[in-house]
């Protein structure tokens, strides 16, 4: 069964910076894409970044690019969210997801292919 669990989030004021964690559990990730998802209060989930577990691939939402980096820890199954240069817009509980399709049907942005999810961890951005 595969757990995901999300720690590091918090409060912090603009041009701050946070890492999320998202510690990963029960089987092989291999064929994996992980994904970070946020969402806003009274807004949709949407996605973050992703990065394909075995060759390391990374992709960004155009909101975050160039602030944002996300990695993986194979030896630790762990996949990180390093935020920089937060803006108040980036206020959402943030969410780890798993794709057990991506080595097939490549990395996508939109929700159905994800399987897995954490629970989410809160980051606030003050002004």
């Known amino acids: 069964q595969v757990q995901l669990v999300e720690s590091g989030g918090g409060s912090v004021q603009a041009g701050g910076s946070l890492r999320l964690s998202c510690a990963a559990s029960?089987?092989?990730?291999?064929?994996?894409?992980m994904a970070w998802f946020r969402q806003a209060p009274g807004k949709e989930r949407e996605f973050v970044a992703a990065i394909r577990w075995s060759v390391g691939t990374t992709y960004y939402a155009d909101s975050v690019k160039g602030r944002f980096t996300i990695a993986r820890d194979i030896a630790k199954n762990t996949v990180y969210l390093q935020m920089n240069s937060l803006k108040p817009e980036d206020t959402a509980n943030y969410y780890c997801?798993?794709?057990?399709?991506?080595?097939?049907?490549?990395?996508?942005?939109?929700?159905?292919?994800?399987?897995?999810w954490g629970q989410g961890t809160q980051v606030t951005v003050s002004s």
């Open positions: 029960g089987r092989s990730f291999s064929s994996y894409a």
């Open positions: 997801a798993a794709d057990p399709t991506a080595q097939a049907m490549g990395v996508r942005e939109n929700l159905d292919p994800y399987d897995y």
